[in-house]
């Protein structure tokens, strides 16, 4: 089966006008591709209609869970697959080729798709980011929250696959740590619901987790050998953790305020 007319791709965005030409750009073999926009006020809007293939649709953001549930049943997806990006991935021409000539014939129910990760196109040498369930049949797809994000399931025969989805985020550092304070509400909220497992929930609690991430994230990214790259996704991590670890420390600083109150009371 043809690629073009088996999978269509569905993109999210909010002011996204650093990278979405390039997650277009790659994705110019569809013949449609679905933008679901969050309320962009830069120039998300204007570089994707520019392009012939983008169908543009808008839908107040609340939830990554609702976003991406209505982009796959409530934008006009006709094809049997969708394949789930955030605007800051870009597929490569070998990944189209091993989707049409090994996924597509095999009847598979989903994909799993590793990720190359680059800071302004400097490649990594690996990341600590698993690979995701990326590329689904349409009817098939359940679809959950996980922490700040979403998650996606189906049931089925799932093909893992050998070519990278890359990932290469050039929002301002502003933007990310605007992000991040958002998420680790969210993550802190699953933390104290002890449902990351026993051995990163304990590290979480008691704030060692930032540094173990970081050194981890370097070794991953290539170490000394890979210069600013890696050390900037080391940082990255661990300030993701540190941010977590901070929202952790308070939580705990204030239960025992409350706790010391009480006693002092009886």
């Known amino acids: 089966m043809e690629l073009a007319a088996a999978v269509t791709p569905l993109v999210l965005t909010y002011n996204e006008e650093p990278n979405i030409g ?11 591709v679905v933008v679901l926009d969050s309320g962009s006020n830069d120039r998300t809007e204007s570089i994707a209609r520019a392009y012939e293939n983008v169908k543009w649709r808008v839908r107040k953001f609340d939830n990554h869970q609702a976003q991406w549930q209505y982009g796959i049943q ?8 969708v394949l789930a990006l955030d605007a800051d991935m870009q597929m490569s021409t070998q990944l189209g080729q091993e989707i049409e000539s090994r996924f597509l014939p095999g009847d598979f129910a989903g994909g799993l798709l590793p990720f190359e990760y680059r800071y302004f196109g400097q490649r990594l040498a690996s990341s600590l980011c698993p690979p995701q369930l990326r590329l689904f049949r349409r009817g098939a797809v359940r679809v959950g ?18 070519n990278c989805l890359i990932h290469d985020d050039r929002k301002s550092l502003e933007r990310w740590v605007e992000s991040q304070l958002r998420y680790q509400v969210l993550n802190e909220q699953t933390l104290w619901e002890n449902r990351y497992g026993p051995v990163k929930t304990f590290l979480r609690k008691v704030g060692l987790m930032p540094p173990l991430v970081g050194a981890l994230a370097w070794l991953k990214a290539g170490g000394p050998f890979y210069g600013a790259a890696a050390a900037r996704y080391a940082y990255e991590r661990a300030v993701c953790e540190g941010l977590l670890a901070m929202r952790v420390m308070n939580t705990k600083l204030e239960r025992r305020q409350i706790s010391d109150k009480r006693n002092g009371q009886s």
Not at 74 to 81: H, L, N, S, V
């Open 22 to 32: 390039r997650s277009l750009d790659s994705l110019r073999w569809a013949r449609q």
């Open 145 to 162: 929250q996980t922490d700040h994000t979403q998650s996606f399931a189906v049931s089925g025969r799932i093909y893992s696959f050998r």
């Open 74 to 81: 409530e934008c006009g997806i006709t094809t049997d697959y």
